[in-house]
């Protein structure tokens, strides 16, 4: 039996990879329960739209940068908020995954 995530099988995640480009597994953790959800980057028009929305209430921003982004979820994403508000620092998480690195020419 294949191992879906978020409901998903691998060619169903494939093809959404050739959709929209690089996506993120999200992994929310609370006891012994595991939530995905799959998310793809956000574009620097969601980041900006997001960050007018956060300046007057983070929350709504967190909500509206998880809107934009997540492309699937568990079920439980659908009743529980704290969940959403969460998976959405492993949004954060991967973009802190990144290094770069300067030199003076």
Do not use: W
Not at 40 to 56: H, M, R
């Amino acid at each position: 039996m294949e191992n879906l995530i978020c409901g998903l099988a691998d060619a169903q995640i494939q093809e959404l990879k050739q959709e929209h480009g690089i996506l993120i597994l999200g992994t929310v953790k609370q006891g012994e329960e595991t939530y995905h959800a799959i998310f793809k980057e956000p574009t620097f028009t969601v980041l900006e739209s997001v960050g007018a929305i956060s300046a007057k209430s983070e929350v709504k921003g967190s909500v509206a940068l998880y809107d934009n982004c997540v492309i699937a979820a568990d079920d439980a994403f659908k009743t529980r908020d704290f969940l959403k508000l969460k998976a959405i620092e492993t949004l954060a998480k991967h973009m802190n995954s990144f290094s770069v690195e300067v030199k003076n020419l």
